[in-house]
């Protein structure tokens, strides 16, 4: 079911099941995904590594996720473009920037309590009855429903996450402090980059975040390129002394230690290990 409106708007509701695809189209704009996983036992290949996930598990996707479904029941899936709903636009109604899409995040995802299905349940039927209506005001339906939809997920990954035990404002900089790392982690390298940017202090910053996570400011920064890193040896053609440059190291040999470190093999290695290895099959996300 696909709805589109006359300044480009898209949303699509669709359902997957094994031996179905899942891409991103190349002429949406920055597309979203939630893709809402139905039956126990799903398994995809995620950056390399094999993930499960449970019954009403909601994965948030971007444009620069790929995941590869191996075992699939079946799955509900709302696409929508910046043009439908812009949700950095929008993040004072919302506030999932920096959680569930723009963070620096690996991989969004919570799980639909039993208590709270009803109310996900019923959202998706009222999308399916609205995508059929005819009326003019169908787009700010829409619209409102998929806000409804966010701020219910928002929610249900703040509590999953510990973050909701944090004050409001140190919420907000936990979101903010991921965004940023998003956005700038190629050229800013530092804790105190990012803790002057948002007006603060490291010190504040390592407070926040040892409320809800062993992970510190900076192993956030350093897992975010040793992410992009893998990604670009896996996924291009691009020789290692590039990616060291793209992603702020001196040299090679500084890359080389920063990447061995974590991976206990050498950028050279991981990459020759990965060839060939690039996904094709059905269930592809790119």
């Given amino acids: 079911m696909i709805y589109k409106g006359q300044n480009d708007e898209y949303l699509e509701l669709s ?16 597309p979203l995904l939630f893709v809402w996983i139905k039956g ?19 994965l948030s996707l971007s444009v620069f996720h790929s995941i590869e479904f191996t075992k699939l029941e079946s799955a509900r ?3 929508f473009n910046r043009q439908f709903y812009c949700v950095t636009d ?15 995040q690996q991989l969004p995802y919570f799980q639909i309590p039993d208590e709270g299905l009803e ?13 059929q209506s005819t009326d003019d005001l169908k787009l700010e339906m829409l619209q409102m429903m998929l806000k409804r939809f966010i701020i219910l997920s928002t929610r249900l990954y703040k509590a999953q996450m510990d973050i909701s035990k944090l004050q409001v404002g140190e919420v907000d900089l936990v979101r903010e402090y991921h965004y940023l790392v998003e956005q700038h982690f190629k050229t800013k390298h530092s804790v105190k ?3 002057d940017l948002l007006h603060k202090s490291p010190k504040t910053l390592s407070n926040i975040f040892s409320k809800i996570s062993e992970q510190s400011p900076l192993q956030i920064i350093h897992e ?18 590039a990616i060291a440059l793209e992603l702020g190291f001196d040299d090679n ?5 920063f990447f061995k470190k974590s991976e206990k093999i050498s950028p050279t290695e991981y990459k020759n290990a990965q060839e060939g290895n690039i996904a094709n099959s059905s269930g592809l996300l790119t």
């Fill in 15 to 30: 359902k997957l099941t094994d031996e179905c695809k899942l891409t991103f189209d190349n002429d949406l704009s920055l």
């Fill in 40 to 58: 126990d036992h799903s398994e995809f290949i995620y950056e390399g590594s094999t993930k499960q996930l449970p019954h009403n598990t909601i």
């Fill in 77 to 79: 899936v709302i696409k």
């Fill in 90 to 104: 929008h993040d004072s109604e919302v506030s999932c920037k920096g959680l569930l899409f723009y963070g620096a």
């Fill in 119 to 131: 109310k996900f349940e019923l959202l998706w039927k009222m999308f399916e009855i609205e995508m």
């Fill in 193 to 195: 980059e990012y803790a």
């Fill in 224 to 241: 975010r390129k040793l992410l992009e890193a893998k990604r670009m040896l896996r996924y291009t053609d691009k020789p290692i002394k």
């Fill in 253 to 257: 040999q500084a890359f080389s230690r």
